[in-house]
T-cell receptor, first 113, second 112 residues
Framework: DQQVKQNSPSLSVQEGRISILNCDYTNSMFDYFLWYKKYPAEGPTFLISISSIKDKNEDGRFTVFLNKSAKHLSLHIVPSQPGDSAVYFCAARENFGNEKLTFGTGTRLTIIP | DTGVSQDPRHKITKRGQNVTFRCDPISEHNRLYWYRQTLGQGPEFLTYFQNEAQLEKSRLLSDRFSAERPKGSFSTLEIQRTEQGDSAMYLC??????????FGQGTRLTVV
């Protein structure tokens, strides 16, 4: 049972344009969401997070949007840069105190120069 | 380097052998996690420590797996009688707030 789904295995975007990565979840108990970026042969690197009490969080070029009613979140990267090419994982956690993160299967983002 | 450190980075072992991995978390972090990642999948939760107490274990963690965190500092993950299905990347992460977890570079295990 995949509780966090990233339905696009890959995405290619022109340098300078907007990259939009999507994530859907099924568990209504999830209340905290994170995006991680992973380069080959390295561990995931934390990018940005959002609590369920918000619908948007920005950090520089990265913005995460949360639509609780649709159980959907997205990561926007503007403008996209070649160094953004990596695999992006969406992760979710239930109520505070439950420490386990549930990850999606990832989306491979390729930025085309 | 003050990040999460894992050792070894790579391990090749014969089926049936025991292996042990080590994780050194970020020094001020009291929470430590182990995850496993196989090809094409996201990381899957294995177990979690707060200080030295192991507070949660996944059903993925069979009896052949054991994790410890003596004195609430570094942690070890041991796999006994390894099987080919144990081949994966084993990731350690730590956090202070329980929110963002910071991952190490992982230990890639290959069982032949």
């Amino acid at each position: 049972d995949q509780q966090v789904k990233q339905n696009s295995p890959s995405l290619s975007v022109q340098e300078g344009r907007i990259s939009i990565l999507n994530c859907d979840y099924t568990n209504s108990m999830f209340d905290y969401f994170l995006w991680y970026k992973k380069y080959p042969a390295e561990g995931p690197t934390f990018l940005i997070s959002i609590s369920s009490i918000k619908d948007k969080n920005e950090d520089g070029r990265f913005t995460v949007f949360l639509n609780k009613s649709a159980k959907h979140l997205s990561l926007h990267i503007v403008p996209s840069q070649p160094g953004d090419s990596a695999v992006y994982f969406c992760a979710a956690r239930e109520n505070f105190g439950n420490e386990k993160l549930t990850f999606g299967t990832g989306t491979r983002l390729t930025i085309i120069p | 380097d003050t990040g999460v450190s894992q050792d070894p980075r790579h391990k090749i072992t014969k089926r049936g052998q025991n292996v042990t991995f080590r994780c050194d978390p970020i020094s001020e972090h009291n929470r430590l996690y182990w995850y496993r990642q196989t090809l094409g999948q996201g990381p899957e939760f294995l177990t979690y420590f707060q200080n030295e107490a192991q507070l949660e274990k996944s059903r993925l963690l069979s009896d052949r797996f054991s994790a410890e965190r003596p004195k609430g500092s570094f942690s070890t993950l041991e796999i006994q009688r390894t099987e080919q299905g144990d081949s994966a990347m084993y990731l350690c992460a730590s956090s202070f707030t329980g929110n963002e977890a910071f991952f190490g570079q992982g230990t890639r295990l290959t069982v032949v």
